[in-house]
C-alpha cells in the first residue's frame, strides 16, 4: 500500500465488503451496498473501476465477468488509519484514543478480556 493511501468513505465501504469476500464482482459488491445505501449498479461499477486505476484494488480478468480483489489487507489499512488518527485527533496519545473509545462506547466482556491480555503482554516485554 503507497503512502497515498487515501479511499473515500464509499471506497472504503466497498473495501470492507471485498475484505469480507476475499474477492466479488461488482455485482456481489452492489449487492451488499444496496442493502443500506440507496446507489445504482453503474455507480458501483465506476467506483470499483476508479479504485483499480488508483490501485486500491486488483482486477482478474481472465473471465467475462471481472473479480475484484483487495490489494492489500484490512490491517494495513487499519495500522495506517489509527496512526494517522492517533497524531492528528489525539496529539499522539495512544490513551486519549483508548480512553475515548472505551468512555464512549460499550465494549463486551470479551473485548475487554482481550484489551487486558494485549496490555499485559506489552507489560511484559518490557
Not at 7 to 27: F, G, M
Not at 93 to 104: C, E, I, N
Amino acid at each position: 500500500m503507497s503512502k497515498t493511501f487515501k479511499p473515500t468513505e464509499s471506497e472504503l465501504d466497498i473495501l470492507s465488503i471485498l475484505w469480507e469476500k476475499n474477492r466479488a464482482t461488482v455485482r456481489e459488491v452492489h449487492e451488499v451496498i444496496q442493502q443500506t445505501k440507496d446507489v445504482g449498479y453503474t455507480t458501483t461499477l465506476k467506483l470499483m473501476q476508479i479504485m483499480h486505476e488508483k490501485g486500491l484494488v486488483s482486477r482478474d480478468e481472465s473471465s467475462k465477468t471481472h473479480i475484484y480483489i483487495p490489494s492489500f489487507e484490512k490491517e494495513k489499512a487499519q495500522e495506517q488509519y489509527v496512526g494517522k488518527m492517533i497524531k492528528t485527533l489525539f496529539s499522539g496519545s495512544t490513551s486519549q484514543l483508548v480512553m475515548q473509545a472505551l468512555g464512549h462506547h460499550n465494549a463486551n466482556q470479551e473485548d475487554l478480556s482481550a484489551i487486558k491480555q494485549l496490555i499485559e503482554s506489552i507489560e511484559n516485554k518490557k
